[in-house]
């Protein structure tokens, strides 16, 4: 009877312990205290079988027997107490589940109180025979039963049988249930609402405990195996149980070194507050409407973004620029995210966790050239099922994103060294954005955090185009310094400075082309049509507002287009060459005009000679001026120079 029920307590403490800590760790608590009561839970449920477990064994005592009746019989008048307020208030039970209980916890119950009652008559039966021999091997009897009761020093000496030091101490607490209570705990820390830092700091400590425990198990059971022939057990046995030893030594080493001291490393690092990844810049627009989240989503950068949104309550987008980071810092950005009902917007890139909080925004806008990228999470150590577990819990928040499982397959194929950047169509067709923005609707540029105007000239001369502009225009960098700072001072808008920008690029490079050889003249017709194509390609909105010189050809035109447009700019602002200028009142510009309007259709003729009649036909204008700059490149080469050189003397 007491050996069918250790081995049942046994038996039950695995199963009901396994489905319990996977029923736990599954559910999402938003406090400590929630968290702290689901540990505590875990530990009440396993203690049904594990102090029934701990009394029947076979070194037990009888106070041990006395406090496990007494902790069965109140466990069972609560959980009947608990039953009949329940059924009172109206509760229905489910009978399957109610049989299935009673089977799991009920029964064992009731039978553990007769292997109780059998197991006091056997120690009083011992005790009896011991103190019939004599009064040496009483008080012999006392001391061992002393040193047993201490159940870890017991265990540390080997003091245990071999059986239970290997199948209890050994492999059940040594290696199963601290394995299953840190996966358990790191996810019930993960769900707690605590800072990446206290995780840390918890995971580092509970390495430590896991560890200390690992190394007791062992220590005892290499122990009681050194003793196990003396007492009359089996050589074979105590060899394989200190083979065992090792061999469970060898794989904690290799563990070790693989995985754990890179992970404990990072721990410490961001426990330590010095995360190897830099805490996000955010900064806010003038009109507060929006933040702009720039960087490494390193630790602490939650707090620094939920200190933000609290003091910027009329806060309408998120404009983000951020190669990725913590996970859990982009989970918490984007949970809080989804609760004031925020919208997303990318120019430039947003890539790994970044997509976290990008995909909680309500409205998700992306300009054509920006990256938004997707590939498996990465921490140093995290490999093989480790990385498996991690990856497919990123897939799972992508899939709670309502993200085709076709688009997250893709996603689990991409390697943590490598990044995956889908195309336009493919980011509309995922809904991972839902809308394509053409550019200028952040608030927050270059010059936005900008506070000295020695700051403005610096990020001028960073660009090669304002170093030509010295060049050529000794003063001019001062000049266009001396702009931007007053419009700063005068509260200008951030998108009117970055507007002021373009608008003065533009005028110094038109002034240059008017007096730009033909080679250089004959390239910029080309880029012209190049240009139109590709804009058209994005939307007709897009090619119109090229049309009117008002797109912002950065954010939306394809990388090659933008350095061939870099490259004919510097070449046109630094050439001492010139070529021969028309204006469009000549003759022999009308004599190639007339020549060109051979080749277009009376449509475009029409449209091209009042465009604004046809603003709220964007899709007519790009074809029409498109068809324009294609004709002109099939007039000979002089007519052809003749007519891009009036229209740019024109503008």
Not at 185 to 192: P, W
Not at 378 to 397: C, D, I, S, W, Y
Request: contains cysteine; positive net charge.
């Amino acid at each position: 009877m007491i050996k069918l029920m250790r081995y049942t307590n046994l038996i039950l403490l695995v199963f009901v312990g396994f489905a319990t800590l996977f029923s736990f760790a599954s559910m999402k608590y938003s406090n400590g205290a929630q968290a702290g009561g689901a540990v505590f839970g875990i530990l009440l449920i396993l203690s049904f079988n594990l102090v029934p477990l701990y009394a029947l064994s076979s070194d037990s005592t009888l106070r041990r027997l006395r406090f496990a009746k007494r902790y069965a019989f109140v466990s069972l008048l609560l959980a009947l107490a608990i039953m009949i307020i329940a059924s009172a208030s109206g509760e229905q039970f489910d009978m399957p589940i109610l049989l299935a209980l009673a089977i799991v916890y009920g029964l064992p119950w009731m039978l553990n109180f007769f292997a109780f009652d059998k197991k006091i008559r056997e120690i009083r039966t011992r005790a009896e025979q011991a103190a019939n021999t004599s009064k040496v091997e009483v008080s012999s009897i006392t001391e061992d039963i002393r040193n047993k009761a201490n159940y870890l020093l017991a265990h540390w000496r080997g003091d245990m049988s071999l059986a239970r030091s290997y199948w209890i101490n050994g492999l059940f607490i040594g290696h199963i249930f601290v394995g299953m209570t840190g996966a358990f705990l790191g996810g019930i820390l993960e769900k707690s609402g605590a800072s990446l830092r206290v995780i840390a700091g918890s995971v580092i400590l509970s390495y430590c405990i896991v560890y200390l425990i690992w190394l007791w198990a062992m220590v005892g059971l290499a122990r009681s195996a050194a003793r196990h022939q003396s007492r009359g057990g089996s050589a074979l046995v105590a060899v394989l149980a200190q083979l065992s030893v090792g061999f469970s030594i060898l794989i904690i080493v290799v563990r070790l070194f693989n995985s754990q001291i890179p992970q404990l490393q990072e721990f410490f690092l961001i426990a330590s507050g010095n995360d190897s990844m830099a805490k996000v810049s955010i900064t806010r627009s003038v009109k507060g409407d929006m933040l702009a989240l720039r960087g490494t989503l390193g630790e602490g950068s939650s707090d620094s973004f939920a200190e933000f949104i609290k003091s910027s309550p009329q806060v309408k987008t998120l404009i983000l620029n951020s190669p990725g980071g913590r996970l859990l810092e982009a989970q918490k950005i984007a949970d809080l995210l989804k609760t004031k009902g925020l919208d997303t917007y990318v120019e430039e890139q947003c890539a790994s966790a970044c997509t976290y909080i990008f995909l909680a925004g309500k409205d998700r806008a992306a300009t054509p050239n920006a990256k938004i990228g997707f590939h498996q999470p990465n921490f140093p150590g995290v490999h093989g099922r480790e990385k498996e577990q991690a990856t497919q819990a990123m897939l799972n928040n992508y899939r709670q994103a309502r993200l085709p499982e076709q688009f997250i397959e893709k996603i689990g194929r991409t390697s943590s060294d490598d990044m995956w950047y889908p195309s336009r169509e493919e980011l509309l067709e995922a809904g991972v954005i839902t809308r394509t923005s053409l550019g200028g609707e952040a608030s927050v540029t270059a010059y936005s955090g900008m506070t000295t105007r020695e700051e403005v000239i610096a990020t001028l001369r960073k660009a090669r185009i304002w170093r030509l502009y010295e060049q050529r225009q000794p003063g001019k960098l001062d000049e266009v310094a001396d702009l931007i700072w007053k419009m700063k001072q005068q509260g200008a808008k951030q998108q009117e400075l970055q507007n002021a920008v373009q608008s003065l690029i533009k005028q110094e490079y038109t002034g240059a082309l008017k007096t730009a050889p033909d080679a250089l003249l004959a390239e910029y017709g080309i880029l012209l049509v190049d240009g139109l194509k590709a804009a058209s390609d994005i939307s007709p909105e897009a090619c119109a507002k090229l049309v009117k010189g008002q797109l912002d050809i950065h954010r939306t035109l394809p990388p090659d287009l933008i350095t061939r447009d870099r490259e004919l700019m510097e070449k046109v602002i630094s050439t001492k060459e010139h070529g021969k200028s028309y204006s469009m009142r000549t003759p022999e510009f009308a004599s190639a005009a007339t020549r060109l309007m051979n080749y277009m259709t009376p449509l475009h003729k029409k449209i091209t000679e009042d465009l604004s009649a046809y603003d709220k036909q964007p899709a007519l204008q790009c074809e029409a001026v498109t068809a324009l700059y294609q004709n002109i490149q099939r007039l000979n080469e002089k007519d052809r120079h003749v007519v891009l050189s009036g229209l740019v003397q024109a503008k």
